[in-house]
């Protein structure tokens, strides 16, 4: 995406934007896992880009589904384990997955959500990692496979149910995993549905409760695979 070093990176993304750092404690031991991002969503809803695809700077958020994702991801060995992110926001899942270890490709529909992630998985587990450009209504004609497929709260829109569920098909690999951390959205029963359809199988679901303030949520995790495979997800 870009040739410049996620320092300089960084110095840009600070002078464009209003940014906050927030640290999250992850992990048993607790680990700190720092992310840099907006501000505000709010300062970001272009009402332009809305007309035109109903765009919404869902991105800038740290939602609950992530955390507990990436909390997930800390708890695994990754090393020589493909990752791809979809919907990867101001990236920490991503980082996550490379301080556990994975090669990290984080997607987004969103330039400056790449940019994030890009910088703060450099923040956290001081790797480089790469990054994709990708509208899951207009995928490449050819996309390259993962052993791994993450993706955190993504299923906030009905349509996206079958999206993410033909984005999964089309990048795991024959033998590769994937996880959906779902809160309980909109297009979730959708997605459910249209696994079988697209040659995947739910292999598990599991319930983790969060709690942080006043809010509460169930976060399901969805443990996907390829129909014939059998493969064993972390």
């Known amino acids: 995406m870009t040739s410049r070093s996620p320092a300089a990176e960084q110095s840009e993304l600070e002078r464009r934007f209003r940014v906050v750092e927030t640290t999250i404690k992850l992990g048993v031991?607790?680990?700190?896992?720092?992310?840099?991002?907006?501000?505000?969503?709010?300062?970001?809803?272009?009402?332009?880009?809305?007309?035109?695809?109903?765009?919404?700077?869902?991105?800038?958020?740290?939602?609950?589904?992530?955390r507990v994702l990436g909390e997930r991801l800390l708890a695994t060995k990754g090393a020589g384990i493909r990752l791809l992110e979809l919907g990867c926001g101001s990236g920490l899942v991503s980082a996550c997955a490379a301080m556990a270890g994975y090669d990290v490709c984080a997607?987004?529909?969103?330039?400056?959500?790449?940019?994030?992630?890009?910088?703060?998985?450099?923040?956290?587990?001081?790797?480089?990692?790469?990054?994709?450009?990708?509208?899951?209504?207009?995928?490449?004609?050819?996309?390259?496979?993962?052993?791994?497929?993450?993706?955190?709260?993504?299923?906030?829109?009905?349509?996206?149910?079958?999206?993410?569920?033909?984005?999964?098909?089309?990048?795991?690999?024959?033998?590769?995993?994937a996880i959906v951390a779902d809160p309980g959205r909109v297009g979730r029963d959708d997605f459910i549905a249209t696994l079988a359809a697209s040659g995947l199988t739910l292999a598990r679901h599991e319930m983790v409760p969060y709690a942080e303030g006043k809010i509460r949520q169930r976060i399901t995790l969805y443990h996907v695979t390829n129909a014939t495979s059998g493969v064993s997800i972390p």
Request: aromatic content about 12%; hydrophobic content about 40%; proline content about 8%.
């Open 29 to 66: 031991p607790p680990r700190d896992v720092s992310i840099l991002h907006p501000a505000s969503a709010e300062d970001l809803i272009d009402e332009e880009e809305f007309d035109t695809d109903e765009r919404l700077p869902y991105w800038a958020e740290l939602w609950p589904s992530a």
């Open 107 to 177: 997607s987004d529909y969103y330039d400056d959500a790449l940019r994030f992630s890009r910088v703060n998985a450099w923040r956290n587990a001081d790797r480089d990692i790469r990054t994709k450009l990708l509208d899951w209504r207009r995928l490449p004609a050819r996309l390259p496979r993962y052993d791994a497929v993450v993706a955190s709260d993504v299923l906030y829109e009905r349509p996206y149910g079958a999206l993410v569920a033909q984005v999964l098909a089309a990048t795991i690999a024959p033998d590769g995993w």
